[in-house]
């Protein structure tokens, strides 16, 4: 987070009076537009994650 809470409150406040009661519904559409991306990236971290720690392991076996 770049902002500080007061920036994100004031832009909560702003989103609020430019879409009102539409918001929540415009967020809900966009998270579940997002929502397969994010599961994407998510699944990519944890193979990286398994990779380097078979990785490390192989490493240090050898060098046991």
Known sequence: NSLS?????AVDTALVQRFGKKLKRN?????T??????RKKAQENVKKAKKNRVKQD???????
């Open 5 to 9: 809470r007061s920036q994100r409150i």
């Open 27 to 31: 967020i809900e559409a966009l998270a």
């Open 33 to 38: 537009k997002l929502l397969p991306m994010i």
């Open 58 to 64: 192989l490493i240090t076996r050898i060098n046991e």
